[in-house]
Structures are given as C-alpha cells and as structure tokens.
C-alpha cells in the first residue's frame, strides 16, 4: 500500500509539473496587421492562442493551460504588439486548456456564452474529469462570479 500511496504520489507531481518557461520560447506569428497567434516551443500539447489589435484594446481568444505560462505569453503579445491594454479574454468553452490562464488577466472581461462556465462545472464535477486532474472548484466558483459581473456590466443578461 505505501508503494501505492508513493506512486500515486509521484503521478500526481508529474501532472502539476510544467517545464520553465522563457520568453524566447514563445513562438509568435504575424497573421495580419492587427493579429498574432502565439505558441510555446517546448510544451507538446498547447493551445492556440490569437490576440487581435482593436481600437478598445488587445483582445485574447483562448488562454494557456498554466495561468504563469499565460504571463509569459502575454508579455510576448505585449512586446510584439507595442501596448498592454487588454480589452477582453474570450473563450470559446470552458475546458481548462482554454481556460485556467484567463487568471493572467485579473481585471479584464471574460466573454463566453453562458454554456462555458457550466462545461467547465460539469468538468470539474464528473469522476472521470476529476481523476484527469480537472478538479478546481474555486476556479469555477470565481469564474461564474467575474462571468456574473461583466455580463451585468455589459447589460447583457444577469
């Protein structure tokens, strides 16, 4: 049972564990004028990130899975684009790779159908995504908050 407790131990590090992340490994490609994707060279699996130039601000679609991966990202955008005025963070639903960096952007707008925050619920509620490593509670609890909040800011729906 202790050759259990320890692997299961040791399974559990190796999930939380992201690799270092420097600037220089942020891959960043001019699409338009006014639009990047960026990307990370030394994690396998990652998500497409893209930030459009608008006249209210930077706008976000998607955020990294490790919310200071997003910080790195994000400076990369920042540098690239020459300002850090971020008008909004959308996602297109509420997994957590698409999801959890929204944290890298603490006082910006989150735009999703409603439906994004009850999939990440979902998520984290079933067995089989909890035992994935999905289970983040007050994660889901803060982002039906900052949800609740701008859609009422943007008299959307309450």
Same mark, same amino acid.
């Given at each position: 049972?202790?050759?259990? *407790?320890? +692997?299961?131990? +040791? *399974?559990? !590090?190796?999930?939380?564990?992201?690799?270092?992340?420097?600037? /220089?490994? #942020?891959?960043?490609?001019? #699409?338009?004028?006014?639009?990047?994707?960026? $990307?990370?060279?030394?994690?396998?699996?990652?998500?497409? !990130?893209? #930030?459009?130039?608008? /006249?209210?601000?930077?706008?976000?679609?998607?955020?990294?899975?490790?919310?200071?991966?997003?910080?790195?990202?994000?400076?990369?955008?920042?540098?690239?684009?020459?300002?850090?005025?971020?008008? =909004?963070?959308?996602? $297109?639903?509420?997994?957590?790779?698409?999801?959890?960096?929204?944290?890298?952007?603490?006082? %910006?707008?989150?735009?999703?159908?409603?439906?994004?925050?009850?999939?990440?619920?979902?998520?984290?509620?079933?067995?089989?995504?909890? @035992?994935?490593? =999905? *289970?983040?509670?007050?994660?889901? %609890? =803060?982002?039906?908050?900052?949800? @609740? /909040?701008?859609?009422? @800011?943007? @008299?959307?729906?309450?």
């Amino acid at each position: 049972m202790k050759h259990f *407790c320890n +692997l299961l131990l +040791l *399974c559990g !590090i190796a999930f939380l564990w992201v690799p270092a992340v420097n600037a /220089q490994d #942020v891959v960043v490609r001019r #699409v338009t004028d006014r639009v990047i994707t960026l $990307s990370m060279t030394n994690l396998g699996k990652h998500t497409n !990130i893209t #930030v459009i130039e608008t /006249q209210k601000g930077l706008v976000v679609i998607e955020t990294e899975f490790v919310p200071s991966v997003m910080e790195t990202i994000k400076k990369a955008a920042e540098k690239e684009l020459g300002r850090n005025d971020w008008a =909004y963070v959308i996602n $297109s639903h509420g997994h957590l790779h698409h999801a959890r960096g929204n944290a890298a952007f603490p006082d %910006t707008p989150i735009i999703g159908y409603s439906k994004t925050m009850m999939d990440r619920f979902k998520a984290t509620l079933s067995s089989k995504e909890g @035992r994935r490593g =999905y *289970c983040d509670y007050a994660g889901v %609890t =803060y982002g039906i908050k900052v949800l @609740r /909040q701008n859609l009422a @800011r943007a @008299r959307l729906t309450t």
